[in-house]
């Protein structure tokens, strides 16, 4: 999962193991599921769950407290109500709520349905709680009678603890003008009814569907199917109108990665919040083996929309590599409500984020200032963090304190050990293998079915690499010492140096410029503060009201909207202001001013390097 804007970032760490089972024979062991999203309720759906024989006086059911990729406790449970549980003839059978998300049935010999309501998530969310309290929206659900269901299966359905590697057949009946965008097959060809059928619990939690009014395209790249749906509650973003953009990416990924990835489908969830007080907030993706669930403001402009959309699903792209082929015991056997972390998150997160950025410098998507300019702004963010901090012990406890709060830290000082690693992997190999060659020797090693343990991966690396790549796990990733990434950088001829970089003309940092006047949603420039010169050449004071940016209104609904814009701003445009100063409205028409800062950053400084470095990028 990656958390993008205002929100954390994550991906997902479990793998399904994929029995094949036929979807036209119904099989008395599987677990059978109803989930009616035609007759909701107080925004509630009913879901309807039949139980397979057993021969035990008890029998437990559980809805997940944390699911593969979120790396916090959300307690799912808490958004059911009303459990009960029958036998055959209709009558109760007797329960008892062990903890937030299980409940044991007695008589279990006799149970032949339970029964229980579900509330969704993205109502509850407040947009700064994500993972104290707080659902990550694209783990999260959504209900919205006959407009939208984001049906994330661990917020819908549960797993008995006996049954979890049965096949489940889900039917969900739901309004004739909606559409459920998957990569699961429906096996039921009425316009109102669709049936899924996969392999065990496991499967079902990987496969979201989202509800909506049909709005998707679909294309081939080189064999693999892609699906793209979106879900704009006003319009303003079609499928249509993001596909260029994704399936140009999806191309560059596919030829980045070759011969590792041979996923035949894969969907693309896009869900854009309406910014609502009971809408999403939580902005970013969670990947699966065949599908990303992604969660956006609607308000953001098409050109970012469609960078933030390369840059986060790319992210869960590449999580078919890791965790979703190579992974540890920890996830392959994953624990819903009691789980053991894996001690990899480098791997999983890390070495993902930065497949996400390499992929596309190596295949031309960004240029190479810009690869540096990342490189240096994650070098920035992670020495801004715990830097003795052992990786390996973070992502082992990463559930907890003081661990918790040091897991953004897997995109930023991750990304840069996979970056680490690839580095010395090219100087040993004159440039001919980097950390690309490695994750496909451990796809060969182990695989979707075959996880690695947690404490001998170090040593199957060191066994398909060479013997520095060992120090260097066990000196920065395991051990305490803070990276000199400098150092590695040497190695292909990339040294520091300075360049300029235009601030946003109404946010310096984490300082704004202007601020919204409570009681009229005014937008106003604050008083008292040091303007830049975008202010000062346009000669706004503080105090002033600004009404109107380009005949555009500026206020407090659509602040987000036009800040964002003004990212791509260029020196000298021109530009016109309504402005309302002293209660008297003014027209003020001129050009951008920018200011500028010097930041540090990379850039290639050893000729003699050269063919190393361009092994490095474009190899």
Same mark, same amino acid.
């Given at each position: 999962m990656k958390k993008i804007l205002a929100t954390l970032a994550f991906a997902s760490l479990f793998l399904s193991c994929k029995t094949a089972i036929s979807p036209a024979t119904k099989n008395n062991a599987e677990v059978k599921v109803s989930i009616n999203l035609t007759d909701v309720k107080e925004d509630k759906v009913q879901v309807t769950v039949f139980a397979p024989k057993t021969n035990q006086d008890q029998v437990t059911y559980s809805i997940p407290k944390i699911i593969p990729g979120t790396y916090s406790n959300d307690n799912y449970g808490r958004f059911i109500e009303e459990l009960k549980a029958y036998d055959s003839k209709g009558n109760l059978l007797p329960i008892t709520k062990t903890d937030d998300n299980t409940w044991s049935i007695q008589t279990a010999k006799k149970l032949s349905k339970i029964t229980y309501l579900v509330n969704d998530s993205f109502d509850t969310e407040k947009g700064s709680d994500f993972g104290q309290g707080d659902v990550f929206s694209p783990a999260g659900t959504n209900i919205e009678a006959g407009t939208n269901f984001m049906v994330n299966m661990h917020g819908f359905v549960g797993y008995f603890q006996d049954k979890k590697e049965v096949p489940y057949r889900v039917t969900i009946t739901h309004p004739e003008t909606l559409w459920g965008a998957t990569s699961m097959t429906d096996l039921d060809a009425k316009n109102t009814t669709d049936e899924f059928v996969v392999s065990r619990y496991g499967e079902l939690v990987e496969n979201p569907v989202m509800y909506s009014k049909p709005d998707y395209t679909t294309f081939n790249v080189d064999g693999m199917d892609i699906t793209i749906a979106v879900f704009s509650p006003n319009g303003k973003i079609t499928a249509e109108s993001i596909t260029p953009e994704m399936k140009k990416m999806m191309i560059a990924q596919k030829t980045f990665l070759g011969k590792?990835?041979?996923?035949?489908?894969?969907?693309?969830?896009?869900?854009?919040?309406?910014?609502?007080?009971?809408?999403?907030?939580?902005?970013?993706?969670?990947?699966?083996?065949?599908?990303?669930?992604?969660?956006?403001?609607?308000?953001?402009? $098409?050109?970012?929309?469609?960078?933030?959309? #390369?840059?986060?699903?790319?992210? !869960?792209? &590449?999580?078919?590599?890791?965790? @979703? /082929?190579?992974?540890?015991?920890?996830?392959?056997?994953?624990?819903?409500?009691?789980?053991?972390?894996?001690?990899?998150?480098?791997?999983?997160?890390?070495?993902?984020?930065?497949?996400?950025?390499?992929?596309?410098?190596?295949?031309?998507?960004?240029?190479?200032?810009?690869?540096?300019?990342?490189?240096?702004?994650?070098?920035?963010?992670?020495?801004?963090?715990?830097?003795?901090?052992?990786?390996?012990?973070?992502?082992?406890?990463?559930?907890?304190?003081?661990?918790?709060?040091?897991?953004?830290?897997?995109?930023?000082?991750?990304?840069?050990?996979?970056?680490?690693?690839?580095?010395?992997?090219?100087?040993?190999?004159?440039?001919?293998?980097?950390?690309?060659?490695?994750?496909?020797? $451990?796809?060969?090693?182990?695989?979707?079915? #075959?996880?690695?343990?947690?404490? !001998?991966? &170090?040593?199957?690396?060191?066994? @398909? /690499?060479?013997?520095?790549?060992?120090?260097?796990?066990?000196?920065?990733?395991?051990?305490?010492?803070?990276?000199?990434?400098?150092?590695f950088l040497s190695k292909v001829g990339v040294g520091t140096s300075k360049t300029k970089v235009a601030e946003n003309v109404f946010v310096k940092g984490q300082n704004p410029y202007i601020n919204i006047n409570p009681q009229t949603s005014e937008v106003f420039v604050l008083p008292n503060i040091e303007l830049n010169a975008f202010f000062t050449k346009l000669k706004l004071q503080g105090g002033d009201v600004i009404v109107s940016i380009n005949n555009e209104p500026f206020t407090k609904d659509n602040i987000f909207e036009i800040v964002t814009k003004s990212q791509e701003w260029k020196e000298n445009d021109p530009i016109t202001l309504k402005i309302k100063r002293n209660g008297k409205e003014e027209i003020i028409n001129g050009n951008i001013a920018l200011s500028y800062e010097e930041k540090e950053t990379f850039s290639a400084q050893d000729a003699s390097k050269k063919n190393l470095k361009e092994a490095w990028l474009k190899g």
């Amino acid at each position: 999962m990656k958390k993008i804007l205002a929100t954390l970032a994550f991906a997902s760490l479990f793998l399904s193991c994929k029995t094949a089972i036929s979807p036209a024979t119904k099989n008395n062991a599987e677990v059978k599921v109803s989930i009616n999203l035609t007759d909701v309720k107080e925004d509630k759906v009913q879901v309807t769950v039949f139980a397979p024989k057993t021969n035990q006086d008890q029998v437990t059911y559980s809805i997940p407290k944390i699911i593969p990729g979120t790396y916090s406790n959300d307690n799912y449970g808490r958004f059911i109500e009303e459990l009960k549980a029958y036998d055959s003839k209709g009558n109760l059978l007797p329960i008892t709520k062990t903890d937030d998300n299980t409940w044991s049935i007695q008589t279990a010999k006799k149970l032949s349905k339970i029964t229980y309501l579900v509330n969704d998530s993205f109502d509850t969310e407040k947009g700064s709680d994500f993972g104290q309290g707080d659902v990550f929206s694209p783990a999260g659900t959504n209900i919205e009678a006959g407009t939208n269901f984001m049906v994330n299966m661990h917020g819908f359905v549960g797993y008995f603890q006996d049954k979890k590697e049965v096949p489940y057949r889900v039917t969900i009946t739901h309004p004739e003008t909606l559409w459920g965008a998957t990569s699961m097959t429906d096996l039921d060809a009425k316009n109102t009814t669709d049936e899924f059928v996969v392999s065990r619990y496991g499967e079902l939690v990987e496969n979201p569907v989202m509800y909506s009014k049909p709005d998707y395209t679909t294309f081939n790249v080189d064999g693999m199917d892609i699906t793209i749906a979106v879900f704009s509650p006003n319009g303003k973003i079609t499928a249509e109108s993001i596909t260029p953009e994704m399936k140009k990416m999806m191309i560059a990924q596919k030829t980045f990665l070759g011969k590792i990835n041979a996923n035949k489908k894969y969907t693309v969830l896009l869900y854009l919040s309406s910014m609502k007080p009971n809408d999403a907030k939580g902005f970013g993706a969670l990947e699966h083996p065949t599908s990303t669930t992604v969660v956006m403001p609607e308000t953001i402009p $098409l050109p970012m929309l469609q960078e933030q959309m #390369k840059d986060v699903v790319s992210h !869960e792209f &590449f999580h078919i590599v890791t965790p @979703l /082929t190579i992974h540890s015991k920890e996830i392959q056997y994953f624990d819903y409500n009691n789980p053991k972390m894996s001690e990899h998150l480098w791997l999983y997160e890390g070495v993902t984020e930065y497949f996400a950025n390499l992929f596309q410098i190596n295949q031309g998507l960004i240029s190479e200032e810009e690869f540096y300019t990342r490189i240096n702004e994650k070098i920035a963010q992670a020495n801004s963090m715990n830097d003795t901090m052992p990786f390996t012990t973070m992502s082992a406890n990463v559930l907890e304190e003081p661990y918790k709060t040091q897991y953004l830290n897997v995109y930023q000082k991750g990304a840069l050990i996979g970056m680490c690693i690839d580095l010395i992997i090219r100087e040993k190999s004159e440039g001919k293998r980097g950390i690309l060659d490695l994750m496909h020797q $451990l796809s060969l090693e182990y695989g979707v079915t #075959k996880p690695f343990e947690d404490k !001998e991966l &170090f040593e199957k690396i060191v066994s @398909l /690499t060479y013997p520095e790549v060992g120090e260097f796990l066990t000196t920065y990733v395991s051990g305490p010492t803070p990276i000199p990434y400098a150092t590695f950088l040497s190695k292909v001829g990339v040294g520091t140096s300075k360049t300029k970089v235009a601030e946003n003309v109404f946010v310096k940092g984490q300082n704004p410029y202007i601020n919204i006047n409570p009681q009229t949603s005014e937008v106003f420039v604050l008083p008292n503060i040091e303007l830049n010169a975008f202010f000062t050449k346009l000669k706004l004071q503080g105090g002033d009201v600004i009404v109107s940016i380009n005949n555009e209104p500026f206020t407090k609904d659509n602040i987000f909207e036009i800040v964002t814009k003004s990212q791509e701003w260029k020196e000298n445009d021109p530009i016109t202001l309504k402005i309302k100063r002293n209660g008297k409205e003014e027209i003020i028409n001129g050009n951008i001013a920018l200011s500028y800062e010097e930041k540090e950053t990379f850039s290639a400084q050893d000729a003699s390097k050269k063919n190393l470095k361009e092994a490095w990028l474009k190899g």
